[in-house]
């Protein structure tokens, strides 16, 4: 199946800094990529869907301006967590879907500890 | 709004026991239907999943599930559980065509004992 990688796996910041997570698709193009974030014990929360070259879409109650997300190629798609506040502190999905199929692969997500 | 229902957020099965989690959506259009799973540590992995046709779809490691669409269900089921099922399986559900957004159940829990 495809490969989705996400960097780093577990990040710990201060409270104030902003962090940059990267997903990558490794065998496939996603010319769609989402960021989900998952509280704990409960399911995957979309964030917002990104097409490669173009805006990120972002579900309604989610801050386009704290969750900058750039899609600029094919195969990466980066979220950044801008001012981030112990609240931010979650683990952050990424998933990708190519422009024939209808299923979406998933990274490995990215442990966000705000101190 | 479109919703997906697990009904059972915990399940205790012994091993060779069977299996079946149920899944219910509210959406009155056309759906794809996914189920996932998450072992301990590891990321999501698709199981399953039904976009037509067939409305019992086989998947990986023994899992099929089975739509029915007069009851908006996807149930997951296998015949005989074991030690290494142990993960958490969430349903999902996305709209045809549009750039396929994914609603997620809250998930299930299965814990299988030896």
């Known amino acids: 199946g495809a490969v989705v990688s996400q960097h780093p796996s577990r990040v710990i910041c201060k409270s104030g800094t902003s962090v940059k997570i990267e997903c990558r698709s490794l065998d496939f193009q996603a010319t769609t990529m989402f960021w989900y974030r998952q509280f704990p014990k409960q399911s995957l929360m979309l964030m917002a869907t990104?097409?490669?070259?173009?805006?990120?879409?972002?579900e309604q109650g989610v801050e386009k301006d704290k969750f900058l997300i750039n899609h600029a190629s094919l195969t990466l798609s980066t979220l950044t967590v801008t001012s981030a506040h112990p609240e931010d502190s979650s683990f952050y999905i990424c998933?990708?879907?190519?422009?024939?199929?209808?299923?979406?692969?998933f990274g490995p997500g990215t442990r966000l500890l705000v101190l | 709004a479109q919703s997906v229902s697990q009904h059972n957020h915990h399940v205790i099965l012994s091993e060779a026991a069977s299996l079946e989690l149920g899944c219910n959506y509210s959406?009155?259009?056309?759906?794809?239907l996914f189920w996932y799973v998450q072992y301990p540590g590891q990321h999501l992995q698709l199981l399953l999943k039904?976009?037509?046709?067939?409305?019992l779809v086989k998947g990986i490691k023994g899992f099929e599930a089975e739509f029915i669409k007069s009851k908006f269900s996807f149930n997951l089921r296998k015949p005989s559980v074991q030690w290494s099922d142990t993960a958490e399986y969430f349903c999902a559900v996305s709209l045809t065509g549009g750039y396929n957004k994914l609603i997620f159940g809250a998930g299930t829990r299965l814990a299988v004992h030896p």
């Open positions: 959406y009155g259009g056309t759906v794809n």
């Open positions: 990104s097409n490669e070259g173009s805006k990120a879409t972002y």
């Open positions: 998933s990708g879907a190519t422009a024939r199929q209808e299923t979406q692969y």
């Open positions: 039904y976009f037509s046709g067939d409305p």
